[in-house]
């Protein structure tokens, strides 16, 4: 059984930080492509970031600059550091193996 967990999110001030992280099951970890979306109420899920096997990455145009996705093979982990925050990054952020395995979600609330 697929196993992909988010945890980090919370409630943070404009301008704060905040690190998610997922862990998924995988013998072949270093092999998936891993992902993290979100879904804004209201709005469509939509990818934010994106790590390939080789470590190449990939953001929205909105999270450039602000957000860095990582991994850790060893600890079959990915994380998504946000800086910088805003109030238009308030959604659910979901973890996603393979393009194919969700996790259940984090809530980030950015708010004053």
């Known amino acids: 059984q697929v196993q992909v967990v988010e945890s980090g999110g919370g409630l943070v001030q404009p301008g704060g930080s905040l690190r998610l992280s997922c862990a998924a099951s995988?013998?072949?970890?270093?092999?998936?492509?891993m992902g993290w979306y979100r879904q804004a109420p209201g709005k469509q899920r939509e990818l934010v970031a994106e790590?390939?096997?080789?470590?190449?990455?990939m953001y929205a145009d909105s999270v450039k600059g602000r957000f860095t996705i990582s991994r850790d093979n060893a600890k079959r982990t990915v994380y998504l550091q946000m800086n910088s925050l805003k109030p238009e990054d308030t959604a659910v952020y979901y973890c996603?193996?393979?393009?194919?395995?969700w996790g259940q979600g984090t809530q980030v609330i950015v708010s004053s």
């Open positions: 996603c193996r393979q393009r194919r395995y």
């Open positions: 995988g013998s072949i970890f270093s092999t998936y492509v």
């Open positions: 790590i390939t096997s080789d470590g190449s990455t």
